[in-house]
């Protein structure tokens, strides 16, 4: 496979981070051609070299095996969090806004960072709509709501769902809850002191919140879409579960499905999870009035930028994928520090979940023998634990290393915050990530 | 057909037709707003004056223009998520309009005067030629502890013939918040000689910015509700803030301190701010002199902890350094001309002005 196939998706990655700026209104228009382009640009020569089945297989697999259950996910999440509203007179400040990040990164845990972060989303924006600027806020929403807050279950990140589909404990992640203290401790420390200095220029410039009301009063309406929240986590548990079951088995050991093309497969479970979720979103459509999501300006924008540049994404990363795949286990990673820099690396700018599939298959060919048991070999925890901290934390470190990255930029977009640039992103993730990483590195992966 | 503005000298564009301008995008953004129905996403939260004001300014400063149309671009994003299409039509052409307007506009309207239009307006010795009589005489002192800037605030107050506040602002603002009277105690800066007969109220008070007292966890969670997630010190800053404001709508006085003269700039009201110290020993004299009790040691600890209390408090409200002359219409070294001199002066100065 030569490295040229990898053009296409660094064509697309600079499509997403130059053309809003020099060309914005066109590139709304026309996102939808140039992820075709870009994918086109990839599957037309790779047909040529490899034939067009494999092409056609590569695409499938990439499509139906990886696609179409990450944006039916986001797409449930996306309606059912557009259908609960908060309105109250809390004032976004930085305390509040402490407080808030707090809860949102906990929630990533227990709900999915997708989920965390579209539940979470809305009330940031309007407790600090009083102020004018809060795209750091956002920023530091995207670090630690949709993706570090995810590393304490497989719940929270898909990256650590494979690991338990691969036989890591359910409960396993939560050793890494003094990573997860230690990193929220630094950043939100970080983000008290940018909000503080933000904040008295707000109030320098003269702009006050509305508290002219005594007391604080917060009304949540829309409240039973938790349930369809939890059917929605349900559906993801369950996708990790169900491919293990022998009654979704067949006899060779492969997980049951649609037959579609060569060795492409629509498997039950992924129909199992896509059914309940659709199902959650359109019952909390049917049950949730449309004034809760005229007050939420719900839209359909940003759910369809993040569906069609995710599906050129998707279809270029194939080459880069297949490339880590075929070269990962000849790296010579043998040190966690290795494996945290260099999983979290990749996952910055690919899927993270086949990203850390492929170290977690290099770490348990190495025939380790100490450190948890899984259907891959044994793999020290050290190594376990690097492998799904680069995964799940790194992808904070562009908007496309992890999917409601994206989505979160786009809702606050439509939201009157101006959202930094692709690479504007990427100098915030530089300043602050990076060295908050090396410290991780220093304290827990030496 | 493009619409393509007509290109100007920046000679001349009047402040009216960048006001206009203002208008039209205050105007856009209400209309987005209100076809959407959602405030989520709403450019220009505060009141149309004000935005109009601020938007005139961001036109006019050379390095601002940028804000303006990064406003509009928000505008534009919350305008293309309308889904009546002839009423998101309609929008966009005044947009795209708009948007030609504002690029059109020169990078500059600087000229060599060092007059800063925008402070000059607010200022009250000007009133006679530009602004109406409904405008009211507000006068604002910051001053130094010891510098005895309360007592010439008082008098001035007395012989102008309208109203001082100082430790009333606070009770109304805690009366709004429904605080607990009796915990919070703001009694002004120093006690003023001409309130004799009420003397005892300003002795051993302490001023707003003055460390909170310790609270149970229980108390803090009811503060926490009680002033919407805001420290305590904030949410009464932007309610005396508010009532500052809607004071200056109703009524000619004298307010002592509360960053007053930076809130009425903010919100565009006319007044005077001025600035009265004296040197540090002549404080330190006073303050021992009108109060007895304190030790010179304890005296000047006292000032000096007030000074960088001052110092902090208005550079966290305001962004400005406390007591530096250019943030000031006028600055008064009260032992110069003592409590009555500076009365006067100030009076002769304000009065000169009107005759």
């Not at chain 2, 000689?193 to 707003?208: C, F, G, H, M, S």
């Amino acid at each position: 496979m030569s490295i040229a196939f990898c053009i296409p998706f660094i064509g697309i990655l600079l499509c997403i981070a130059v053309m809003p700026l020099v060309k914005g209104e066109w590139w709304e228009r026309h996102q939808p051609l140039v992820a075709a382009f870009w994918s086109l640009l990839f599957i037309i020569p790779f047909g040529i070299v490899f034939g067009a089945g494999e092409a056609a297989q590569t695409v499938l697999e990439c499509i139906i095996g990886d696609y179409l259950s990450f944006i039916v996910l986001l797409f449930g999440l996306f309606c059912v969090s557009g259908n609960i509203t908060m309105e109250g007179d809390l004032a976004g400040s930085p305390r509040v806004n402490i407080i808030l990040l707090t809860i949102g990164t906990l929630l990533s845990s227990l709900i999915g960072t997708t989920g965390a972060s579209m539940l979470m989303v809305r009330p940031v924006i309007k407790m600090n709509s009083w102020r004018r600027h809060r795209k750091h806020i956002m920023v530091f929403f995207i670090f630690l709501v949709s993706n570090i807050g995810g590393c304490l279950t497989p719940i929270g990140d898909p990256p650590l769902l494979m690991g338990f589909s691969r036989g890591v404990p359910f409960f396993w992640s939560l050793h890494l809850l003094p990573i997860l203290l230690f990193n929220m401790l630094v950043l939100l420390f970080i983000f008290y002191w940018i909000d503080r200095k933000k904040y008295c220029r707000e109030i320098a410039r003269g702009r006050v919140p509305d508290i002219s009301k005594p007391g604080t009063r917060i009304s949540i309406k829309g409240l039973h879409n938790l349930i369809f929240l939890a059917m929605i986590v349900a559906a993801v548990i369950l996708s990790g579960i169900l491919p293990d079951l022998p009654v979704f088995q067949t006899s060779e050991g492969t997980v049951k499905g649609i037959h579609i093309f060569g060795e492409v497969t629509l498997t039950f479970p992924v129909m199992i999870e896509m059914a309940i979720i659709l199902l959650a979103a359109y019952l909390s459509f049917r049950t949730t009035s449309g004034e809760i999501r005229k007050k939420n300006h719900f839209t359909w924008g940003a759910i369809k930028e993040v569906a069609v540049l995710f599906a050129g994404i998707f279809i270029t990363m194939q080459p880069a994928l297949m490339l880590l795949k075929s070269v990962g286990g000849e790296l010579g990673l043998t040190k966690p520090v290795q494996m945290f820099w260099v999983t979290g690396a990749l996952s910055s700018f690919l899927d993270n979940t086949p990203t850390y599939l492929v170290f977690l298959t290099t770490s348990g060919a190495m025939e380790f023998t100490n450190g948890i048991i899984t259907t891959l070999g044994q793999i020290p925890v050290g190594m376990l634990t690097a492998i799904s901290c680069g995964a799940v934390f790194m992808g904070a470190n562009t908007y496309i290393g992890n999917a409601p990255n994206f989505m979160v930029k786009s809702i606050s977009d439509e939201n009157g915050i101006h959202m930094p640039s692709f690479f504007g992103y990427i100098v915030w993730s530089f300043c602050i990530l990076v060295p908050v990483f090396l410290l991780d590195t220093l304290v827990f992966f030496r | 057909m493009n619409y393509i503005p007509e290109k100007r000298h920046p000679s001349e564009y009047k402040e009216e037709d960048l006001r206009v301008l203002a208008e039209r995008i205050y105007e856009l953004d209400t209309k987005v707003y209100e076809h959407l129905g959602s405030s989520l996403g709403r450019v220009f939260t505060k009141d149309r004056e004000r935005c109009v004001e601020e938007l005139v300014w961001e036109m006019l400063a050379r390095n601002q223009g940028h804000i303006v149309r990064s406003d509009l671009a928000l505008i534009s994003n919350m305008a293309r998520t309308i889904r009546d299409r002839q009423v998101k039509k309609e929008l966009m052409i005044e947009y795209d309009k708009i948007l030609s307007d504002v690029t059109s506009l020169p990078t500059s309207f600087a000229e060599g005067d060092v007059l800063n239009e925008q402070r000059s307006r607010l200022n009250k010795t000007n009133l006679h030629t530009r602004f109406s009589e409904k405008d009211h005489t507000i006068i604002c002192i910051g001053r130094t502890f010891g510098s005895g800037g309360s007592e010439i605030g008082f008098t001035l107050a007395d012989k102008l013939k309208i109203n001082y506040y100082d430790a009333e602002i606070f009770s109304e603002v805690l009366r709004r918040l429904e605080a607990e009277k009796d915990h919070v105690h703001d009694k002004g800066g120093f006690p003023y000689i001409l309130d004799q007969e009420n003397k005892d109220r300003y002795v051993d008070t302490r001023p707003a910015f003055a460390t909170e007292q310790k609270v149970t966890f229980h108390q803090k969670l009811k503060e926490f509700s009680r002033y919407h997630g805001l420290p305590k010190k904030d949410a009464i800053f932007f309610n005396q803030s508010q009532l500052i404001c809607d004071m200056a709508k109703k009524e000619d006085f004298v307010v002592m301190g509360r960053c007053a003269d930076v809130i009425l700039a903010n919100n565009k009201i006319p007044h005077i701010s001025i600035y009265i110290t004296a040197p540090f020993e002549q404080r330190l004299r006073r303050v021992m002199s009108v109060n007895p009790r304190l030790s010179e040691k304890k005296a000047r600890e006292m000032l000096n902890r007030l000074d960088k209390k001052h110092v902090r408090y208005f550079k966290f409200y305001t962004g400005l350094e406390w007591g530096k002359a250019m943030n000031y219409d006028l600055c008064v070294n009260s032992a110069s001309y003592g409590i009555q001199g500076s009365v006067d002066m100030i009076l002769r100065m304000f009065k000169g002005e009107e005759e």
